[in-house]
């Protein structure tokens, strides 16, 4: 097996494609595709996005210090394809892709009805890291929808189809090869 020496940059992929919501002071909603998104920390809970401070999203981050992270859904790839490409400064993309806005518990910004999962988060540092600017976040609340619960009252993400970004292009997530741990957990005797 070759090697090819590639020139630095961002491949690790895939990443999470989520539909960032925001709203500005004066009530002004917008949502955002982002792929730079992640978790930060467990206790307390926090993750992080990166946006560019071109985007118009961005200035509604700055101002208010709050956005929602709404989960994708291969029922939502071509929303979140469009969130991505076009600008609110230019067109509603609630309206234009058909997104319900549901009020959040802990934020202004809207939750995406359609979404699967929905992460509440309030901005506790920023840092400028060039093209990007990284929004460290607190998780405030976390909306799930009651479609993916069972009967044991346990959430199954999977069963949403969520999708992932890879190099420029979105795919589902295939079929689950295992749980945590499995390489180590004893088998069982038939």
Same mark, same amino acid.
């Given at each position: 097996?070759?090697?090819?020496s590639? =020139?630095?940059?961002? *491949?690790?992929y %895939? $990443? %999470?494609a @989520?539909l #960032?919501?925001v709203?500005?002071k +004066?009530?002004?909603? &917008? #949502?955002?595709? /982002?792929?730079?998104?992640?978790? #930060?920390?467990?206790?307390?809970?926090?993750?992080?996005?990166? #946006?560019?401070?071109e985007?118009?999203?961005?200035? *509604?981050?700055?101002?208010?210090?709050?956005?929602v992270?709404? $989960?994708?859904?291969?029922?939502?790839?071509?929303?979140?394809d469009?969130?991505? /490409?076009?600008?609110g400064?230019?067109? +509603?993309?609630?309206?234009?892709?058909?997104?319900?806005? $549901? %009020?959040?518990?802990? @934020?202004k910004? %809207?939750?995406?009805?359609?979404?699967?999962?929905?992460?509440?988060?309030?901005?506790?540092?920023?840092?400028?890291?060039?093209?990007?600017?990284m929004?460290?976040?607190? @998780?405030?609340?976390v909306?799930?929808?009651?479609?993916? *619960?069972?009967? &044991?009252?346990?959430?199954?993400?999977?069963?949403?189809?969520?999708?992932?970004?890879?190099?420029g292009?979105?795919?589902?997530?295939?079929? *689950? $090869?295992?749980?945590?741990?499995?390489? @180590?957990? =004893?088998? =069982?005797?038939?």
């Amino acid at each position: 097996m070759g090697k090819v020496s590639f =020139k630095p940059g961002n *491949m690790l992929y %895939p $990443l %999470p494609a @989520v539909l #960032v919501t925001v709203s500005d002071k +004066d009530g002004n909603d &917008n #949502v955002l595709t /982002v792929a730079w998104a992640g978790t #930060v920390c467990s206790d307390p809970a926090m993750v992080s996005i990166s #946006v560019r401070p071109e985007r118009h999203s961005y200035h *509604m981050i700055k101002e208010t210090g709050e956005f929602v992270i709404n $989960l994708t859904t291969q029922e939502l790839a071509f929303a979140t394809d469009y969130c991505g /490409v076009k600008s609110g400064r230019d067109v +509603d993309k609630f309206q234009e892709m058909k997104l319900t806005k $549901l %009020p959040a518990r802990k @934020v202004k910004a %809207p939750l995406i009805g359609e979404s699967p999962v929905n992460i509440e988060c309030r901005v506790t540092e920023s840092i400028n890291l060039g093209s990007h600017e990284m929004f460290l976040a607190k @998780v405030e609340a976390v909306t799930v929808d009651d479609a993916y *619960m069972d009967e &044991n009252n346990t959430f199954h993400l999977g069963a949403a189809d969520p999708i992932v970004y890879s190099h420029g292009e979105y795919y589902t997530l295939g079929s *689950m $090869l295992g749980k945590f741990g499995y390489s @180590v957990r =004893k088998k =069982k005797n038939s």
